[in-house]
């Protein structure tokens, strides 16, 4: 009964998953969202799908694709914290008004000769009015030419080629210098990949 009903209408369908998946993001992450739409953001009504995705899922990398031979599996992380704070270290200095929100790091342990690796994701406050979008056009960056974001699909910006990384974002993740990468898909999602310090030498230097 209920599929004969849930099919008698795509467009219900439709709207019914975007009221669930938006109601799902504000239950998830109540704060964040409010911040999100505050000051005439807003998130397009399809988005919140991927949204939501982002608040629980780490997609993992494949070889071969956006992080050269790192090979990780995407996996559900039922406890993420999202932090401004944080995402400020990860902006150009230009970009410095924009509002990042970006994940703790998703660690994957012991993977042998590449050490422990941080994954992190994230959402730029209204990106498409953001001082790094209109930097990463005046910079002329090139999309990755096959890997899109894992979220919505879009095409990405990698940060790394036109050195938009500050050193600061390595310290803030407890990762090696120079081993923080991202990427910035079109509708404003990011991606990224950092080489974290052994676990006990990041614990000293945040008791310090
Ligand atoms: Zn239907
Ligand atoms: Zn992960
Ligand atoms: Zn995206």
Redesign the pocket.
């Known amino acids: 009964m209920i599929a004969i009903f849930s099919c008698t209408c795509k467009w219900f369908d439709e709207i019914a998953k975007r009221v669930l998946w938006k109601e799902f993001c504000h239950a998830r992450a109540p704060k964040m969202m409010q911040d999100l739409h505050s000051s005439g953001s807003h998130i397009v009504d399809g988005?919140w799908k991927?949204l939501g995705k982002?608040l629980i899922y780490c997609s993992g990398c494949t070889k071969g694709g956006l992080f050269g031979n790192t090979h990780l599996p995407g996996h559900f992380v039922y406890r993420t914290r999202f932090s401004r704070t944080v995402g400020k270290c990860l902006l150009p200095p230009q970009c410095r008004t924009d509002v990042l929100y970006v994940s703790d790091s998703c660690e994957h342990l012991d993977l042998g000769a590449e050490g422990d690796v941080g994954l992190f994701r994230g959402i730029i406050k209204s990106f498409s009015v953001s001082n790094i979008k209109r930097l990463l056009i005046e910079k002329q960056v090139k999309f990755h030419p096959e890997e899109?974001?894992?979220?919505?699909?879009?095409k990405?910006w990698n940060l790394k080629q036109p050195k938009m990384i500050r050193r600061s974002a390595s310290v803030r993740l407890d990762a090696y210098d120079d081993s923080v990468e991202y990427y910035v898909?079109?509708?404003?999602?990011i991606?990224g990949l950092c080489a974290l310090m052994p676990i006990s030498d990041s614990e000293d230097t945040k008791e310090e």
């Not at 899109?148 to 879009?154: G, S």
């Not at 898909?185 to 999602?189: A, I, M, P, R, T």
Request: proline share 6%; hydrophobic share 40%.
């Open positions: 988005n991927a982002l899109l974001c894992p979220y919505c699909k879009a990405l898909c079109l509708n404003g999602h991606l």
